[in-house]
């Protein structure tokens, strides 16, 4: 049952199970479900060193194609759990690098 309190600050609530959850808790809530990942990810992102390529994305998360490590770090940029640094040499080819954040993936 949602039921709307315009008279005092139009905010939402929401009855459940004979308890009320406000807005705030909601939201909550609905942050840490979007961001729940797979126990293999999990593994895979605790493997990675603090400054990684797309090769040890590969090597970590057991992947075979450098568009499947392409697609996994901009998910975990999406979630904010990694973000782009500087580009680097290897073997003479510029590569992409990536930092950890310090976001914590929820469990």
């Known amino acids: 049952m949602l039921t709307f309190d315009t008279e005092l600050d139009n905010t939402l609530s929401v009855q459940k ?38 090769q040890d994305v590969m090597r970590c998360f057991d992947l075979k194609l450098i568009n499947a490590a392409r697609m996994r770090i901009n998910r975990l940029i999406k979630d904010g759990l990694v973000k782009k640094a500087d580009d680097v040499n290897v073997n003479g080819h510029s590569c992409a690098s990536f930092v950890k954040t310090d976001k914590i993936m929820i469990s």
């Not at 939201?27 to 479900?33: I, R, W």
Request: proline fraction near 3%.
């Open 17 to 54: 199970g004979g308890s009320w959850i406000d807005k705030m808790s909601m939201e909550l809530k609905e942050a840490s479900m979007k961001h729940q990942h797979h126990q293999k990810t999990k593994d895979g992102f605790k493997r990675l060193p603090e400054e990684f390529t797309y």
